[in-house]
């Protein structure tokens, strides 16, 4: 596993790049003035109980919450919230709006 460092303009300059390196499997420390902020990595380095771990952490420090039980939920796959009907594109759509 690789793991880089990157600082916030160089990540939003290359962003493209850098979620293609860690889509394959390179794990990017995001830094803000040298210190680091965030991480960036394939959800697939993930594993269901880390992942409900964190969640846990997160719900503790009240940083998240969620109705259910003290089970953390399964992350679902996002949906599309808008279905376009008939021939006009999303890109069309959005011109028309600027209008």
Same mark, same amino acid.
């Given at each position: 596993?690789?793991?880089? %460092?990157?600082?916030?303009?160089?990540?939003? %300059?290359?962003?493209?790049?850098?979620?293609?390196? !860690?889509?394959?499997?390179? %794990? +990017?420390?995001?830094?803000?003035?040298?210190? @680091? +902020? !965030?991480?960036?990595?394939? +959800? $697939?380095?993930?594993?269901? $109980?880390?992942?409900?771990? /964190?969640?846990?952490?997160?719900?503790?420090?009240?940083?998240?919450?969620?109705?259910?039980?003290?089970? @953390? @939920?399964?992350?679902?796959? !996002?949906?599309?919230?808008?279905?376009?009907?008939?021939?006009?594109?999303?890109?069309?759509?959005?011109?028309?709006? /600027? /209008?």
């Amino acid at each position: 596993m690789t793991v880089k %460092t990157v600082g916030v303009r160089e990540l939003k %300059t290359h962003l493209s790049r850098y979620l293609r390196e !860690a889509r394959g499997g390179a %794990t +990017i420390v995001v830094t803000d003035r040298n210190e @680091p +902020i !965030a991480l960036l990595m394939s +959800i $697939a380095q993930v594993d269901d $109980a880390d992942l409900a771990k /964190r969640m846990v952490a997160l719900r503790e420090q009240g940083m998240l919450s969620w109705s259910g039980g003290m089970t @953390p @939920p399964r992350l679902l796959p !996002a949906r599309p919230k808008v279905t376009l009907r008939g021939d006009r594109l999303a890109s069309d759509l959005l011109l028309e709006d /600027r /209008r």
